[in-house]
């Protein structure tokens, strides 16, 4: 474990949260959504009422745990989960989170995810760790500590940055430990303050829009840009990284953000790219998109691979992450549907009349239901579904469940 990392967490917890707006707002994002896990790692057939246990490894201020916890209880389940990390003013602060939820299935512990044999030892059915492998001096070791604690048929929600995204951000902590050297955590924001305040317009972090985390608080400053430990990925090195261990990805999220075909407007190009092999095409896309900071990735172990994804059936339920059917119907203009990937425009053409089949998802019913509901036999429903599928659960918009 590094002491400078653990220094930086206990003097800027990251993210930075104020557990009293856990009265007004649920902090939501991936990985560790019930209902990706839940599509991704089980199939869309995990039984809630089955015991259920999850480590949060790195759980920082608490953001997932906190949204893991919270869908857990709202389903009823027999959960528990193990929240750990090296800070403990982090620590304090995701627990008078759980405490405003009244979230009383967490256990609390205070280490190195490296130890988590003898912390809080698995076997887990979910292991989370969202930001904190990329920190680690060694991720791989990491990785493997983690993996031993996973349940043979269980599954990982991990994010770690990703390279192009994040261009300019290495220089910048370079140049911070030059100026810095000497300096106390608090000095090392104000040095970095001062030194962005006239930064040069050739800066690449400068030319860099798709960051703009380190100008919300001091926290995100330091996270970013004052770390000490702290690596990008590519997608072939997430993929060796994760081979390593004996895991292989479930799914990238979003996946549509890895489809090339979204930043290919030749249609021979796009041809070509369809032929490519699934990580190639991942590492195509990430290439051309040039604006990914982050790899959100589901991972199974390596046995599992191919077996974990939920997909469309009769049976299925297809449930919306968040929103509704009303508002994504609505949203659609001719059957088109249009959304940006960090300002690159991205449109998906749907069958004609797909409003009434969005409007039609409630959570509730089953894609056999909607078919009959639509007066549509399954053969050519399923047809149609499949394109509003690929574009819904392509932005990461919807996911399937099966009724246990
Ligand atoms: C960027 S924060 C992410 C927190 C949280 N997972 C989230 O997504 O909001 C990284 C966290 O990892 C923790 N951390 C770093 N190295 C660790 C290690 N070896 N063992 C446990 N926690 C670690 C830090 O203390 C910090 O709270």
Same mark, same amino acid.
């Given at each position: ?17 104020? $557990? ?53 209880? &709202? ?44 912390? =809080? ?30 349940? $043979? &048929? ?20 370079? =140049?911070?430990?030059? *100026? ?15 030194? %962005? ?11 860099? $829009? ?13 996270? *970013?840009? %004052? ?10 090195? %997430?993929?060796?990284? !994760?081979?390593?261990?004996? *895991? ?24 070509? =790219? ?13 290439? !051309? ?60 053409? !749907? ?5 009434? !089949? ?47």
């Amino acid at each position: 474990m590094s002491d400078a990392v653990k220094a930086q967490y206990e003097a800027y917890p990251y993210p930075r949260r104020d $557990p009293r707006d856990e009265a007004r707002r649920l902090v939501v994002g991936s990985p560790s959504h019930l209902a990706e896990v839940d599509h991704y790692l089980f199939a869309g057939r995990r039984d809630w009422r089955r015991p259920f246990r999850a480590l949060v490894a790195g759980g920082g201020t608490g953001d997932g745990l906190i949204m893991l916890a919270q869908h857990l209880k &709202d389903r009823g389940a027999a959960a528990e989960i193990h929240y750990l990390d090296l800070s403990t003013a982090s620590r304090a602060i995701a627990e008078a989170r759980a405490r405003a939820r009244g979230l009383d299935f967490i256990r609390f512990h205070t280490g190195s995810l490296l130890d988590v044999g003898s912390i =809080a030892s698995g076997p887990y059915d979910y292991i989370d760790s969202c930001g904190v492998l990329h920190h680690l001096p060694d991720p791989p070791a990491g990785l493997a500590a983690l993996k031993a604690e996973l349940a $043979p &048929d269980g599954g990982m929600g991990l994010m770690v940055y990703a390279e192009y995204g994040r261009s300019g951000v290495y220089e910048m902590q370079e =140049a911070f430990r030059l *100026l810095g050297r000497g300096l106390d955590p608090q000095g090392q924001v104000q040095m970095a303050k001062r030194v %962005l305040r006239g930064v040069a317009g050739t800066n690449r972090l400068a030319r860099n $829009p798709f960051l703009t985390s380190h100008k919300t608080d001091d926290n995100a400053l330091y996270d *970013l840009l %004052l770390h000490s430990t702290d690596r990008a990925y590519r997608v072939a090195e %997430l993929l060796d990284f !994760l081979s390593g261990a004996g *895991l292989a990805p479930a799914a990238l999220i979003e996946p549509a953000r890895y489809e090339p075909a979204h930043y290919l407007g030749d249609e021979a190009m796009r041809r070509r =790219a369809a032929d490519l092999a699934q990580a190639e095409r991942w590492a195509l896309a990430e290439a !051309l998109a040039g604006s990914l900071k982050t790899h959100v990735v589901y991972a199974v172990a390596r046995e599992r691979a191919g077996t974990t994804v939920a997909a469309p059936a009769p049976d299925a339920v297809p449930v919306w992450r968040d929103g509704d059917g009303a508002t994504f119907a609505d949203a659609l203009r001719n059957d088109v549907l249009t959304t940006d990937f960090d300002g690159h425009p991205v449109r998906f053409a !749907l069958p004609q009349g797909s409003a009434p !089949l969005i409007r039609a998802i409630d959570g509730r019913r089953s894609l056999g239901e909607i078919a009959d509901l639509l007066g549509q036999d399954w053969a050519r429903f399923d047809q149609r579904f499949a394109r509003v599928y690929e574009a819904l659960n392509g932005l990461n918009l919807l996911l399937l469940t099966f009724r246990t």
